[in-house]
């Protein structure tokens, strides 16, 4: 069983907006700082963005999604949200949460299973 739940995924026109949710069925997030990374084929899984513990008062994000994507924490800190706006081709990808911080992928253990974002007219 993953210990993180994406949902969200869809297919979405070029310009269009989606926006993406994350969830653990058996911990409370809201104590964890929480990252979204996506893996397109043929590349390597990228780091999108990531939020802080508690409040979410830290963010960071990728240079690609900087000014288009929000991260944000609702329901008490235990949902953590992605919302893409301005989507372009070249955010097709599985996306997937990662427990902890840190953009690198190396920097988590535990990861949800993924949900699929496609961009396309």
């Known amino acids: 069983q993953s210990q993180l739940v994406e949902s969200g995924g869809g297919l979405v026109p070029p310009g269009g907006s989606l926006t993406l949710s994350c969830k653990a069925p058996?911990?409370?997030?809201?104590?964890?700082?929480l990252c979204w990374f996506r893996h397109a084929p043929g590349k390597e899984r990228e780091g999108v963005a990531c939020?802080?513990?508690?409040?979410?008062?830290?963010?960071d994000y990728a240079d690609s999604v900087r000014g288009r994507f929000t991260i944000a924490r609702s329901n008490g800190g235990n949902t953590v949200t992605l919302q893409m706006t301005n989507m372009n081709s070249e955010d097709t990808a599985v996306y997937y949460c990662?427990?902890?911080?840190?953009?690198?992928?190396?920097?988590?253990?535990?990861w949800g299973q993924g949900t699929q974002v496609t961009v396309s007219s």
């Open positions: 990662a427990r902890d911080w840190g953009l690198d992928a190396g920097s988590h253990d535990h």
């Open positions: 058996f911990f409370s997030l809201q104590y964890y700082a």
């Open positions: 939020i802080s513990a508690h409040r979410g008062a830290a963010t």
